[in-house]
């Protein structure tokens, strides 16, 4: 009996130990992860922020510890800005961080009530290099102006400078845009779309100026 005692003893002294030895390679590797730092930020879909910005309200602009930034912890971050609707946030071997954000555009500035539109369609009162809409847009036309102005290229939108409601006989939703460059474009929101190929489109004509009319093909007017 003596001699199984001591075996048991024996066999537990070793189940201690090696549980010991395990414990102490487990804090060790936490130890050795809790110092991994992000090496490489990955940003998309941002037109409104630039990577930096979006990089810096992440909070990762130092590229801190990966382990003492978990993808939600980010994602919450950046929801808070209240220009930002959505943050997706992905890891790949702890060192790269992918953020994808879903912005909250402001699109233009409605002078009817002195208020800057943002894409979830809330008015404030900052402003923003964004195109002023110069004159009042009836309610029914209203609606489909802004899911249209949502939908065109950002970078687009940002080189218009006014818009103006502007119906005719044919069009109810016929609108004038005055762009940065000096040229004026007519649109309908069933044409809306065809603004996104603006540079494209303005480029055959030797970059002169003058009436684009994309409301009835493209046909350009060259203003003298």
């Given at each position: 009996m003596a001699k199984a005692k001591a075996k048991k003893r024996k066999l537990k002294m070793r189940n201690v130990f090696v549980f010991f030895i395990i414990?102490?390679?487990?804090?060790?590797?936490?130890?050795?992860?809790?110092?991994?730092?992000?090496?490489?930020?990955i940003v998309k879909n941002n037109s409104f922020y630039s990577d930096w910005?979006?990089?810096?309200?992440?909070?990762?602009?130092?590229?801190?510890?990966?382990f003492s930034n978990f993808s939600s912890t980010i994602e919450k971050r950046l929801t808070k800005n209240s220009f930002i609707t959505d943050a997706k946030?992905?890891?790949?071997?702890?060192?790269?961080?992918?953020?994808?954000?879903?912005e909250n555009l402001p699109l233009y500035y409605y002078v009817p009530n002195s208020k800057t539109v943002l894409s979830d369609?809330?008015?404030?009162?900052?402003?923003f290099s964004v195109p002023t809409v110069i004159n009042y847009i009836p309610d029914k036309i209203y609606k489909n102006f802004i899911a249209e102005m949502n939908a065109i290229d950002y970078s687009i939108l940002t080189r218009m400078s006014e818009i103006k409601y502007d119906p005719n006989d044919v069009d109810e939703e016929r609108f004038l845009i005055t762009m940065n460059d000096?040229?004026?474009?007519?649109?309908?929101?069933?044409?809306?779309?065809?603004?996104?190929?603006?540079?494209?489109?303005i480029k055959k004509f030797d970059n002169k100026k003058g009436i684009l009319y994309l409301d009835s093909g493209e046909y350009f007017k060259i203003l003298s």
């Open positions: 414990v102490l390679i487990v804090l060790a590797i936490m130890s050795l992860l809790s110092t991994i730092k992000i090496k490489s930020i910005q979006i990089i810096k309200l992440a909070g990762l602009d130092e590229y801190p510890e990966t946030v992905s890891k790949k071997w702890f060192t790269t961080v992918t953020i994808e954000v879903k369609k809330k008015e404030i009162n900052e402003n000096g040229n004026y474009v007519y649109l309908t929101l069933d044409k809306y779309s065809k603004i996104d190929k603006y540079l494209e489109i």
